[in-house]
C-alpha cells in the first residue's frame, strides 16, 4: 500500500504562482510514477503533469510552459511549481502514484490517489 499526502492548495490571484506538494508513503519502492490530476467543477478529471521515476515527464496541454512537476528522491515528494496561474487552473489538485510489484511472470500493479487540495485562482 502506498499513501499520499498533498499540500500547497488555495486562494491565489490570476497571475500568480502556487507550488504543491505530496509526501508519498508506505511501499513507496513499488512506485514507478507520480503525478497530478485536476478535477474542475462539472469537468472530468484530467492529467495536469506525470513523472516516471525513471526520469520522464509529461504534461497537459493547459501545464506546459507554466507548470513544472519535479522529485525529492530522498523523501519521496513530488512537487508541483504552478505559475501564471489563470481562473481555469481552479479544481481539486490530485496526487496520483503507480505503482507495481511482483515477479516478472506474475506482475501486479495499482493506482494510488491523495485526497485532493483545493486551488481556487480568482480576483
Known amino acids: 500500500q502506498v499513501q499520499l499526502e498533498e499540500s500547497g492548495g488555495g486562494l491565489v490571484q490570476p497571475g500568480g504562482s502556487l507550488r504543491l506538494s505530496c509526501a508519498a508513503s508506505?511501499?513507496?519502492?513499488?512506485?514507478?510514477?507520480m503525478g497530478w490530476y485536476r478535477q474542475a467543477p462539472g469537468k472530468q478529471r484530467e492529467m495536469v503533469a506525470r513523472l516516471t521515476f525513471r526520469g520522464g515527464v509529461d504534461y497537459g496541454d493547459s501545464a506546459q510552459g507554466r507548470f513544472t512537476i519535479s522529485r525529492d528522491n530522498a523523501k519521496s515528494t513530488v512537487f508541483l511549481q504552478m505559475n501564471r496561474l489563470k481562473v481555469e487552473d481552479t479544481g481539486v489538485y490530485y496526487c496520483?502514484?503507480?505503482?507495481?510489484?511482483?515477479?516478472?511472470?506474475?506482475?501486479?500493479?495499482?493506482?494510488?490517489w491523495g485526497q485532493g487540495t483545493q486551488v481556487t485562482v480568482a480576483s
Open positions: 508506505g511501499r513507496t519502492v513499488t512506485i514507478d510514477a
Open positions: 496520483h502514484a503507480e505503482s507495481s510489484w511482483g515477479p516478472v511472470e506474475a506482475p501486479r500493479s495499482a493506482d494510488y
